[in-house]
């Protein structure tokens, strides 16, 4: 695989632009208990620039998650897996740029058809979390996807995965960690985001270690942040390897960031979202900048 070490700059926001240009993203996760993830989700990626960002979650956390984020629009769902439910999602998904799929989702039966039904979404889709789980237990699902995807796994989850290929272990070397990478995006066919200290990045044929980001980042709520980054990129047409990079190379300088300013201990998901303005202008003229 070739080695990528320059990270892309992001899409160039227009003067006079509006909401219209600068992407709509679909976040389809929560459940009682999980509210956070999908909100941190979306707010990161309402931060980072996209135009309007819509949750689809159960209606019983509709106004908690709304309440927290009131920039978000909300979709709500009965959570029973009904034609209804199915037809809601499907017209927001076809209205969205991008998809995010996973944060707080659970694993219940009907969020299962959650996932079969956008899987088969031509879309750009940010797969996290509990859609990650889901599809360990779908063997098929790389021949049936047609959504152009991101998986985002952290060890534990990338360990379901690999079993669908027959490797049993996640290697903690980085030429292990990068082999396994590359073999699992030619397998599937997608984008693999293998997070940990050192994120390995990888479509197959191009690889890209991030070198940004440090224990900061180990809290709750930092992988719902980064899915959402990354589903703002998508939206705005970044090509999927590319946002990927650039994704997780800012959400490593917020969280650099973040710890300078609190300290590696104390920060939360939420601190990482506020270092965004800062991490886009702080020295990155060549890397993660605007046009």
């Known amino acids: ?34 509210i956070g993830a999908p909100v941190l989700a979306g707010t990161a990626a309402l931060r980072l620039g996209a135009g309007l960002v819509e949750i689809a979650v159960p209606r019983p956390i509709l106004a908690a998650c709304l309440s927290i984020t009131p920039e978000l629009i ?9 034609a209804a439910d199915k037809q809601r999602l499907a017209r927001a998904a076809e209205k969205a740029d991008a998809v995010v799929v996973g944060p707080g989702l659970g694993q219940s039966p009907p969020t299962m058809g959650r996932v079969r039904q956008l899987l088969r979404v031509p879309k750009p889709m940010v797969v996290d979390a509990d859609g990650l789980n889901l599809l360990a237990s779908l063997n098929a699902w790389p021949k049936d996807i047609k959504a152009r995807a991101v998986l985002t796994p952290h060890p534990g989850e990338m360990e379901r995965l690999g079993k669908l290929i027959g490797r049993e272990q996640v290697p903690e070397d980085e030429a292990g960690r990068i082999e396994l990478v590359g073999e699992a995006a030619r397998a599937f066919g997608q984008v693999i985001v293998l997070k940990g200290h050192r994120t390995v990045v990888s479509d197959g044929e191009r690889v890209y270690v991030n070198d940004t980001g440090d224990s900061t980042l180990s809290k709750a709520g930092s992988g719902d942040v980064l899915s959402g980054m990354l589903g703002c990129l998508l939206g705005q047409a970044m090509e999927p390897f590319e946002a990927a990079m650039a994704a997780v190379h800012l959400h490593g300088r917020c969280g650099e960031i973040a710890g300078r300013q609190w300290g590696r201990r104390y920060p939360l998901a939420r601190d990482v979202i506020a270092a965004l303005p800062e991490g886009m202008g702080e020295g990155q003229s060549a890397q993660c900048s605007e046009m």
């Open 1 to 34: 695989m070739r080695r990528v070490r320059t990270v892309p700059k992001l899409p160039a926001r227009a003067v006079a632009g509006h909401k219209g240009l600068f992407g709509r993203v679909l976040v389809v996760g929560g459940h009682e208990g999980m």
């Open 74 to 82: 909300g979709i709500a769902l009965d959570g029973r897996g009904s």
